[in-house]
């Protein structure tokens, strides 16, 4: 294709068009600064790639997302969470082979050093989930210095097999801590999601068999989250990690960007907001209201998406995940009929439908794992364990890719001009 070209004054520049292998065409304006002296300005990044990547393709207008090529229907229908962990950091499908030693590895790596317990206690019983992740996942870092080069292939990769296996003992643990439960070893015979469901919710007094249901949908509703492009706490992972950050490091600040309630800590919000509604805090329609008045910073949570002009389709299989696990599990919840009637609501009606918002990722997912067990305020834990391989995945693209710089963006300086200094007078 040839070059489009930008006209500034008196100046013709030529910008060299890139194409994606999904037919989506830029303009690479890589060299603007250096050749002309101008930049761009481009709040919230709404217009600008950072980077080619090769791990999950989105398509808003039309509902698609894939992983590697995989639609993420079918993932979510046939994978294990530890098989589309692979699939996103090594590129292609394990083999039986490649998986069962990919599995032996991460198990291998499950128990946390003892010493962490007391990372755990020094937080206050009430402190939030995800500020213990981060710092205990940021923390690791100082217990495994042995493998912290980013730029040693088999030291990120041991690495990532670390955070992979350790991430939700953590999880497990940090849940232990704050309900004054004894923390629970990890057992290596179950699968990652049994596994996973028997340090948060066994204890030492009793027997404990993970309901193969509920250990079914986690593992769905982890797929659902492995990865999704450039979003928030995947840039904030690249960006780290373009400063030549270790992986545990750049994980960590991924995991605070999750934390924020415009992205994964919006299924807390979601479930919150569904429980007043259920306790009579107005109707679903004084909701929408709110939504809709400008001069109310009230958002209904668990609706929109930057990319999503159509609906996102993790929201379609957990919807479809949340009526039959509630099923299943013969639980009648409410807010289950609370969220089906917001969202019809919300969808005929004009506001929602000129901006195209829709519901999003986060607008099912509570249900479920409130079905499941889990605390509201570990909803967003959660999300992090399922978008850990796709934090790790961009962030190894990174560091692969020879193009990579360090994330260093313009500004349009709007500050005073030069002025003179004036002692306090
Ligand atoms: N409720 C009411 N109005 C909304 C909503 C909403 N949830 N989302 C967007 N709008 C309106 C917004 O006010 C604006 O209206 P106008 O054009 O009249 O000014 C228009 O829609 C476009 O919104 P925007 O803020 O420019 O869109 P954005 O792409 O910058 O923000 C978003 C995307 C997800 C932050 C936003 O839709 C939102 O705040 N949603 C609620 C929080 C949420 O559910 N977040 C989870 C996102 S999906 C999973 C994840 O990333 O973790």
């Known amino acids: 294709m040839a070059d489009a070209v930008l006209r500034f004054e008196d100046r013709e520049i030529n910008l060299p068009v890139i194409e994606g292998s999904e037919n989506e065409v830029g303009l690479d304006i890589s060299r603007l600064a250096a050749e002309t002296g101008l930049f761009t300005l481009d709040r919230g990044f709404g217009n600008t790639a950072e980077s080619q990547s090769q791990v999950s393709f989105i398509d808003g207008a039309a509902g698609i997302l894939r992983y590697r090529g995989y639609p993420i229907e079918q993932l979510a229908e046939h994978a294990s969470f530890l098989e589309v962990a692979y699939l996103l950091l090594y590129g292609s499908l394990p083999t039986k082979s490649a998986l069962a030693s990919f599995e032996d590895s991460v198990t291998r790596h499950t128990l946390l050093r003892e010493d962490m317990k007391k990372l755990f206690e020094a937080f206050p019983h009430e402190a939030h989930p995800m500020q213990i992740l981060a710092s205990a996942t940021s923390a690791l870092a100082t217990y495994y210095p042995d493998a912290l080069?980013?730029?040693?292939?088999?030291?990120?990769?041991?690495?990532?097999?670390?955070?992979?296996?350790?991430?939700?003992?953590?999880?497990?643990?940090?849940?232990?801590?704050?309900?004054?439960?004894?923390?629970?070893?990890?057992?290596?015979?179950?699968?990652?999601?049994?596994?996973?469901?028997?340090?948060?919710?066994?204890?030492?007094?009793?027997?404990?068999?993970?309901?193969?249901?509920?250990?079914?949908?986690?593992?769905?509703?982890?797929?659902?989250?492995?990865?999704?492009?450039?979003?928030?706490?995947?840039?904030?992972?690249?960006?780290?990690?373009?400063?030549?950050?270790?992986?545990?490091?750049?994980?960590?600040?991924?995991?605070?960007?999750?934390?924020?309630?415009?992205?994964?800590?919006?299924?807390?919000?979601?479930?919150?907001?569904?429980?007043?509604?259920?306790?009579?805090?107005?109707?679903?329609?004084?909701?929408?209201?709110?939504a809709k008045d400008r001069n109310d910073p009230f958002r209904l949570m668990g609706f929109g998406h930057r990319i999503y002009k159509n609906f996102d389709p993790r929201a379609r299989i957990i919807k479809q995940a949340a009526t039959d696990v509630l099923a299943k599990l013969r639980i009648d919840d409410p807010l289950l009929d609370i969220a089906q009637e917001l969202e019809a609501t919300a969808l005929s009606d004009d506001y929602f439908i000129e901006r195209k918002l829709y519901p999003n990722v986060d607008f099912y997912s509570g249900i479920i794992y409130r079905a499941l067990g889990f605390p509201t305020d570990m909803f967003t834990v959660l999300f992090a364990l399922g978008r850990l391989p796709g934090w790790m995945a961009q962030w190894k693209e990174l560091k692969e890719d020879p193009k990579t710089r360090i994330y260093r963006p313009q500004q349009v300086y709007s500050g005073e001009t030069e002025r003179a200094y004036q002692p306090p007078s």
């Open 149 to 290: 080069d980013p730029r040693n292939p088999e030291a990120v990769d041991l690495s990532m097999h670390r955070l992979l296996a350790k991430v939700p003992t953590m999880i497990a643990w940090l849940y232990k801590y704050r309900a004054h439960q004894p923390y629970m070893y990890p057992r290596n015979d179950l699968d990652y999601s049994a596994n996973f469901l028997h340090m948060v919710f066994s204890i030492p007094a009793e027997p404990y068999t993970p309901d193969p249901v509920v250990a079914a949908a986690l593992n769905v509703l982890l797929i659902l989250h492995a990865d999704h492009g450039q979003n928030c706490s995947a840039t904030a992972v690249r960006l780290v990690g373009s400063g030549d950050a270790n992986l545990f490091s750049s994980v960590s600040a991924g995991i605070h960007a999750l934390s924020g309630p415009l992205h994964g800590g919006a299924n807390q919000e979601v479930l919150d907001m569904l429980e007043e509604m259920a306790a009579g805090e107005g109707d679903v329609s004084s909701y929408i209201a709110r």
